[in-house]
């Protein structure tokens, strides 16, 4: 129903830069959040960044101040601004989307209906 495409990941030195793109297509929410998450090899999927659908953003403290969202809503486009890379943000990054509701954190993986099928992200030292 809906599909999202990430795009933009690749090999970065660390305090590089990278933006990563999440398209949709098919059938959209009208009131719904983008999310972004990485999983590194062995570990948890960990939430980076969310924006819900009225604009407000947020962000784990480890990206907070280097990473920023942004969506583009008549192209159907979310965006993750990456600066000030580390060897430790090295990933598989991966888009969501959620439908709004009252009781959602956005933070957790579980809360998502969709999924894009991930960028690779790699910062060395």
């Known amino acids: 129903q809906v599909q999202l495409v990430e795009s933009g990941g690749g090999l970065v030195q660390a305090g590089g830069s990278l933006r990563l793109s999440c398209a949709a297509s098919?059938?959209?929410?009208?009131?719904?959040?983008m999310g972004w998450f990485r999983q590194a090899p062995g570990k948890e999927r960990e939430f980076v960044a969310a924006?819900?659908?009225?604009?407000?953003?947020f962000y784990a403290d480890s990206v907070k101040g280097r990473f920023t969202v942004s969506r583009d809503s008549a192209k159907n486009v979310f965006y993750l601004q990456m600066n000030s890379l580390k060897p430790e943000d090295t990933a598989v990054y991966y888009c969501?989307?959620?439908?709004?509701?009252?009781?959602?954190?956005?933070?957790?993986?579980?809360?998502?209906?969709?999924w894009g099928q991930g960028t690779q992200v790699t910062v060395s030292s």
């Open positions: 098919g059938r959209t929410f009208s009131n719904y959040a």
């Open positions: 969501a989307s959620a439908r709004e509701w009252s009781t959602r954190t956005y933070r957790d993986p579980v809360e998502y209906d969709y």
């Open positions: 924006m819900r659908w009225r604009g407000t953003s």
